[in-house]
């Protein structure tokens, strides 16, 4: 069982910056894959960044792509997500996930693709 919880949201003007924090309590497998996700009212739950714990693969939505940056530091089994040039679109809950399902894909695996979910963090951006 992992436990995620999610940090970091708020309100901030377009082109600001922010950053969120996932702290997990559990084990995570070094061949896992966490991940972060949003869901904007209305919208379903979409993939933004991903990460394989044990390397280097990272992978982003078209929409953040040059803009988010996805990390993770092992020792204090927290996951970040840093987010420039934020843009009003991307208003939204944002929820940290990991225990990629078996045969899951890291790159491509929608919200049935995890098992475990933090309970999000809102994030506001006005124009």
């Known amino acids: 069982q992992v436990l995620l919880v999610e940090s970091g949201g708020g309100s901030v003007q377009a082109g600001g910056s922010l950053r969120l924090s996932c702290e997990a309590s559990?084990?995570?497998?070094?061949?896992?894959?966490m991940a972060w996700f949003r869901q904007a009212p209305g919208k379903e739950r979409e993939g933004v960044a991903r990460?394989?714990?044990?390397?280097?693969?990272?992978y982003y939505a078209d929409s953040v792509k040059g803009r988010f940056t996805i990390s993770r530091d092992n020792a204090k089994n927290t996951l970040y997500l840093q987010m420039n040039t934020l843009k009003p679109e991307d208003t939204a809950v944002y929820y940290c996930?990991?225990?990629?399902?078996?045969?899951?894909?890291?790159?491509?695996?929608?919200?049935?693709?995890?098992?475990?979910w933090g309970q999000g963090t809102q994030v506001n951006v006005s124009s």
């Open positions: 996930a990991s225990g990629l399902r078996y045969g899951g894909s890291c790159r491509l695996g929608g919200e049935a693709a995890f098992t475990f």
């Open positions: 559990g084990y995570i497998h070094n061949s896992d894959c």
């Open positions: 990460l394989v714990v044990g390397g280097r693969s990272t």
